[in-house]
């Protein structure tokens, strides 16, 4: 027991005393930090010297869980955003974590604020989206999402995943329809308040949040974490990035493994586009970091 105190007491003496962070970063995860091996840029362990200054905050689609379990492989620590901007989530010993939880998840050490709708709710309304229409809904298998795109038939189907993996608040889904029975889906789901965004392999489903709401409620929580003149950079390799990447100053998107990149994203203003596809485009995109903080007296001045 006194054991636990004093690592408490340290973590939190640790936090409240952490330094302020010369800027702050808010990066996707899949695609962009981790490849689809689960693997992270080959440069990693050399890009933690600039990062180890940043305040790095993970935004994903992923479950709370997952996405502390990607902080862990990472080595990264603090408050991150789960569930494509549904939940912001802090450590128990975080100085400016909320005073309580104001959801019903219940993780040890973390405090986990909800932005978003639930997921019943969420299921609910969708349903009734879809069965107005006259759309099949079935509860498939994750994993077998990606078959779905051969599969149209009839009036359509809507699969939704199962909430094995512990989703509360956004609901992954897709749908095998000819494209114009799909966009009469989706016009139909937006006029009921639903937002969809394509998280690769499904499409996300969730109401009253995003990733760039999340990520702007964040960057107010963080501020005594940070210099007064951090920039603020966002890191996204796809559709479901695109809020995140509009509500920060600086904007970097990485190419997928083919070298593309997503057009929803290459539309936006004031990007910067990695040269190396796929999550090894960070070694493109930190020297240009170091560069710009050295001279604003940041990152590596000494």
């Given at each position: 027991?006194?054991?636990?105190?004093?690592?408490?007491?340290?973590?939190?003496?640790?936090?409240?005393?952490?330094?302020?962070?010369?800027?702050?970063?808010?990066?996707?995860?899949?695609?962009?930090?981790?490849?689809?091996?689960?693997?992270?840029?080959?440069?990693?362990?050399?890009?933690?010297?600039?990062?180890?200054?940043?305040?790095?905050?993970?935004?994903?689609?992923?479950?709370?869980?997952?996405?502390?379990?990607?902080?862990?492989?990472?080595?990264?620590?603090?408050?991150?955003?789960?569930?494509?901007?549904?939940?912001?989530?802090?450590?128990?010993?975080?100085?400016?974590?909320?005073?309580?939880?104001?959801?019903?998840?219940?993780?040890?050490?973390?405090?986990?604020?909800?932005?978003?709708?639930?997921?019943?709710?969420?299921?609910?309304?969708?349903?009734?989206?879809?069965?107005?229409?006259?759309?099949?809904?079935?509860?498939?298998?994750?994993?077998?999402?990606?078959?779905?795109?051969?599969?149209?038939?009839?009036?359509?189907?809507?699969?939704?995943?199962?909430?094995?993996?512990?989703?509360?608040?956004?609901?992954?889904?897709?749908?095998?329809?000819?494209?114009?029975?799909?966009?009469?889906?989706?016009?139909?789901?937006?006029?009921?308040?639903?937002?969809?965004?394509?998280?690769?392999?499904?499409?996300?489903?969730?109401?009253?949040?995003?990733?760039g709401m999340a990520a702007g409620?964040?960057?107010?929580?963080?501020?005594?974490?940070?210099?007064?003149?951090?920039?603020?950079?966002?890191?996204?390799?796809?559709?479901?990035?695109?809020?995140?990447?509009?509500?920060?100053?600086?904007?970097?998107?990485?190419?997928?493994?083919?070298?593309?990149?997503?057009?929803?994203?290459?539309?936006?203003?004031?990007?910067?586009?990695?040269?190396?596809?796929g999550v090894n485009g960070w070694?493109?995109?930190?020297?240009?970091?170091?560069?710009?903080?050295?001279?604003?007296?940041?990152?590596?001045?000494?």
């Amino acid at each position: 027991m006194l054991r636990s105190v004093i690592v408490t007491l340290s973590a939190r003496v640790c936090h409240t005393m952490m330094p302020p962070r010369d800027v702050l970063i808010f990066s996707d995860i899949d695609g962009t930090l981790l490849d689809a091996a689960g693997l992270p840029p080959r440069a990693w362990p050399a890009m933690r010297d600039v990062l180890d200054e940043a305040l790095i905050v993970l935004c994903s689609s992923r479950t709370v869980r997952q996405v502390r379990d990607a902080q862990h492989r990472l080595g990264l620590s603090g408050p991150f955003i789960a569930e494509n901007g549904a939940l912001l989530c802090f450590p128990d010993d975080w100085p400016d974590a909320p005073a309580q939880a104001v959801t019903d998840i219940s993780i040890p050490d973390l405090r986990v604020v909800r932005i978003g709708t639930p997921a019943p709710q969420l299921r609910s309304v969708l349903l009734g989206v879809a069965s107005a229409l006259l759309f099949t809904v079935e509860v498939g298998d994750e994993r077998l999402l990606h078959d779905l795109s051969s599969q149209a038939s009839g009036t359509g189907r809507v699969v939704l995943v199962p909430n094995a993996s512990q989703r509360s608040h956004s609901v992954l889904m897709q749908v095998a329809a000819s494209p114009e029975r799909a966009a009469l889906l989706l016009r139909a789901m937006a006029r009921a308040h639903l937002t969809v965004t394509n998280g690769g392999r499904w499409l996300v489903v969730q109401h009253g949040s995003s990733k760039g709401m999340a990520a702007g409620l964040m960057r107010t929580l963080l501020r005594s974490r940070l210099r007064p003149e951090a920039p603020a950079i966002a890191v996204g390799d796809s559709d479901n990035d695109r809020s995140l990447l509009e509500s920060m100053d600086v904007r970097w998107v990485l190419r997928s493994d083919d070298g593309t990149v997503s057009p929803s994203l290459a539309s936006l203003d004031g990007i910067t586009v990695a040269t190396t596809p796929g999550v090894n485009g960070w070694s493109d995109l930190l020297p240009q970091l170091r560069r710009d903080l050295v001279t604003t007296g940041g990152i590596g001045d000494e």
